[in-house]
């Protein structure tokens, strides 16, 4: 289970040493996407940089990066082994993040990193990561309905809790485009702590990012995400007082970044037999999923609008909005993840619960509704079937996308004949 709180974390690091600089990120939608630009932006002007971002989607190192690659695995032990003999030690009994958060930062410091990427797990003011005292700039990412159980059933509340990243005197991007209420929280916040200036995002900063991509290569939550992290990149670059390199470099940098689990295209022929694409995207709270949605009814309905969802979801999470995706004519297989590596309280809806909710959705017009329990691979061989080489999406859980990613590395690894 999860028990908020900075204490043990405080513990796990009282006297190491973290000579880094941080950009610290917190929000409930964009902040990975954000978290990655960053570090693109970073690499190509020539600082050595490191990135942490949750959760994993495959292995638990895959979050951490050094410059433009992930960790290794024996970099990851190596530091691990370090954090957790302390913990032992120290008697802590610090959680999974929060083991893993340390980990992450011995690993930076380890590897002489100038700027670490820090994205904050869940909420911001109770946060491992919020053991930053003075990040070079904190990013408040776009707001949404998330983790209510922790963080409140409010924008207001959630807010809050996001805004506990802010510092005294250091500067805060924000992304603009958050609702009025959210937005008056922050600045509330801000004000409470004595923050430095906000800038906003997209806004003044960040104009000229149009200048020179074209912005019909992104999509418009993408637009919004690359604006705060230009934003955020010039105001970090300022505190270290470090020259810019042309814009046109970093941003073309950024251009290239591709974020696993969202919209994601991947080929499942390995594992399925079917030549097309099928679109991955991590979606599990309503502002993702109604991101998800109009990219799927733009980019694919077109193409044939009867779409084929692969789903499923977290306990706790309000199916009924965040299958609101789901349109008349589409056809609907239902999973479940398996286990959780490093999280053991993150559990699945049951498949058939899946398949009720939907069915009793308003207008519920579903063509074929399929239930393949905990198997996701017949799942998918199921929902490979039933889309017939028309669009195919896997949604509902970044922990489903982990499970498709895993199987097709895992194909892809066997030796031929097997």
């Not at 030690?89 to 929060?98: K, P, Q």
């Not at 290239?256 to 991947?266: H, N, S, T, Y």
Request: glycine content about 8%; charged content about 20%; aromatic content about 6%.
């Amino acid at each position: 289970m999860i028990t908020p709180g900075l204490s043990r974390i405080n513990r796990l690091l009282r006297g190491v040493h973290l000579p880094w600089q941080a950009i610290h990120v917190a929000g409930t939608n964009g902040k990975g996407s954000i978290c990655a630009y960053l570090s693109s932006m970073l690499h190509a002007a020539g600082i050595r940089s490191g990135c942490f971002t949750s959760p994993h989607l495959i292995d638990r190192w895959d979050g951490i990066r050094l410059g433009d690659s992930v960790v290794t695995e024996s970099v990851f032990h190596e530091a691990e082994a370090i954090v957790r003999s302390r913990d032992r030690h120290r008697n802590i009994g610090a959680s999974e993040f929060e083991c893993l958060t340390a980990t992450a930062f011995e690993i930076f410091a380890r590897h002489d990193v100038k700027v670490a990427v820090i994205e904050a797990g869940m909420g911001g003011r109770f946060d491992a990561t919020n053991v930053i005292r003075r990040p070079l700039v904190a990013v408040i990412s776009k707001i949404g309905l998330d983790h209510q159980s922790f963080l409140g059933d409010t924008m207001e509340e959630i807010a809050h809790h996001k805004a506990g990243i802010l510092k005294p005197n250091i500067s805060w991007v924000v992304d603009s485009t958050n609702q009025t209420e959210v937005l008056n929280v922050l600045t509330k916040c801000a004000r409470e702590v004595k923050a430095a200036s906000c800038i906003p995002a997209p806004g003044p900063l960040t104009e000229e990012i149009w200048t020179t991509l074209r912005p019909d290569d992104f999509e418009p939550h993408q637009r919004v995400n690359l604006s705060c992290a230009v934003a955020a990149f010039k105001t970090a670059l300022s505190g270290l007082q470090e020259t810019c390199p042309p814009m046109s470099q970093v941003l073309h940098a950024a251009q290239r970044v591709k974020w696993p689990g969202r919209l994601q295209r991947v080929n499942v022929e390995c594992l399925t037999g079917r030549k097309e694409d099928v679109l991955l995207d991590g979606a599990h709270n309503p502002q993702s999923a109604e991101v998800l949605a109009s990219y799927v009814d733009r980019r694919l309905r077109p193409l044939d609008p009867s779409v084929t969802w692969l789903l499923a979801a977290s306990e706790g999470k309000d199916l009924g909005v965040i299958f609101s995706m789901i349109r008349a004519g589409d056809n609907v297989v239902a999973v479940e993840f398996g286990p959780v590596d490093g999280m053991p309280w993150v559990k699945p809806v049951r498949a058939d619960d899946i398949l009720s909710c939907i069915g009793s959705m308003p207008n519920s017009t579903v063509i074929r509704r399929s239930g393949a329990g905990t198997d996701v691979l017949h799942g998918l061989n199921e929902a490979v079937k039933i889309s017939a080489g028309r669009p195919l999406v896997i949604a509902g859980s970044l922990y489903l996308v982990s499970d498709v990613l895993r199987l097709i590395r895992m194909r892809a690894d066997q030796p031929v004949g097997r």
